[in-house]
């Protein structure tokens, strides 16, 4: 199967549902956390022909790192109930092989029918487990109450805003104040806490991060995106396999982490 058609059949999949609750997003989260943690992937309520894909690439679930017992230090999830998928990044900085993790869980009719993951490790783009989870711990991202939750449209124009800004210097981002970013393991906030220290430059032209994928939680005003980066990785000019997990409070940003893959250490640069 082709690249355009495997991820159209994916997206088919992950729309067939026709509703899910937060509370079995939640479980299915849970029980992910675990399954991780154990390196028991069966013991998730997968469908019959699960898709499973580790940056960008379809594996043999038996052969991926979710059958791999993983220490995970922390980890943090959101649950669309209009897509019916949970995310859940993971923070492995104390296992023998650090990880960063981050996962969607597509579901039809109550089963897992895809788990997408973007896996980063020593010699991804600015990797620190440590680091990444010592400033993810000091974060809300607390229920936002129900008076003052954005819509899914304005979570979302917010992520794809700072991803356009990237290719267009132009584009008006909602950035908070304050805003800190956590890409890999490097950290804004830390120097200037109270002040906006998300904003990124522009990169040279021409710059599109595509095959966006998206997860929005009302609740915890949150968004993440999976996308393919360009021009970062050397070897894949086109974009690899990328995340951006986004949290928005009254339409603006006030968190975003970043996750990068490279194909050789540190992208080549």
Known sequence: MGFNAFWLTVGLASGASAACTR???????TAYVKAQAAG???????????????????????KGVLSQAV????????????????????????????????????FSDDK????QSVIADAGDWIFDATSHLKWAKQEKWDSIPSDKRDTRAVIKAAGDAYLDSWGDGKVAVPYGTPCARLEGGA???????????????????????????????????????FNDFPFID????NGTSSM??????????????ETTVCSTKNCGR
């Open 71 to 106: 220490t995970i230090d922390f980890n943090r999830s959101i649950f669309d109930t209009t897509q019916c998928i949970a995310f859940t990044e993971i923070t492995a900085a104390t296992n023998k092989h650090p990880y960063v993790i981050d996962t969607r869980l597509l």
């Open 40 to 62: 028991k992937p069966d013991a998730l309520l997968l469908g019959p022909n699960v898709s499973y894909v580790e940056n960008d690439v379809q594996i043999d679930i038996a």
């Open 234 to 237: 050397k070897t894949k000019p």
């Open 112 to 115: 897992i029918t895809a788990i």
């Open 23 to 29: 509370a079995q997003l939640e479980d299915a989260a």
């Open 187 to 225: 950290y804004t906030g830390d120097k200037s806490p109270s002040t906006n220290t998300c904003k990124m430059p522009e990169f040279p032209k021409p710059f599109s991060a595509g095959n966006r994928r998206y997860v929005i939680d009302e609740e915890l005003g949150a968004v993440d995106i």
């Open 244 to 257: 951006n997990f986004i949290r928005v409070e009254t339409g603006k940003i006030r968190y975003i982490h």
